[in-house]
């Protein structure tokens, strides 16, 4: 799956994947979701070492504010609901419209690298996290890939499925830390 994904990320062609059988989908599916998790964590975990080092204050992201604002169902409703469809609209959406290679390429790395820097939002903006942001965004590159290269495949609901289970399963051990009552930091 990752050879595929990469060969989709050298040379990018706007291209739907014919084979339209369930199950081979489901199993695309289920692979690029593993790997962007996984990666996605390993990224995280690597980029710890900014805040072990002094480097990056320590929670500075979103997520504590956010859970601060808002309840913990509206949350979720916002994290696995309402930003994968809006940024999955805003990001891949347009990618369909592009048939020339050459322009579908450039609108491909584009959207890839836009949707990675709006993430960097999610961080208290210094200038060490500007510094930092292409470590700190390369969890969303992963992720921004792999959307776009199942959007192109299978169609954009594919990718906003992909985007949204894709937050369900990070917002799963942050919602177990606020039930259970034991404070995130």
Known sequence: MLKEVYQFLKDPENTKDENTNFTYRITV????????????????????????TGI????????????EEY?????????????????ELLFRGPLGFFKDNKTFRIILYISIILFGAVHI?????????????????????VLGTFASFIRV??????????????????F????????????IE
Do not use: C, R, Y
């Open 71 to 87: 309840s913990t169902p509206v949350l979720g409703l916002l994290i696995v609901i309402v930003a994968p469809v809006f940024e």
């Open 121 to 141: 939002t999610n961080f208290e903006i210094t200038p060490t996290v500007l510094a930092l942001s292409p470590f700190l965004v390369a969890p969303q590159l």
């Open 29 to 52: 599916f289920i692979k690029l979701l593993f790997w962007g998790l996984a990666i996605g964590v390993g990224i995280v975990i690597f980029n710890s070492i900014w805040e072990v």
């Open 56 to 67: 990056l204050e320590p929670n500075k992201h979103a997520i504590s504010k956010a859970f």
């Open 153 to 170: 495949k299978f169609g954009l609901v594919w990718s906003m499925l992909l985007h949204a289970s894709h937050n369900f399963m990070l």
């Open 172 to 183: 799963l051990p942050i919602l177990a830390l606020k039930i259970l009552d034991i404070p």
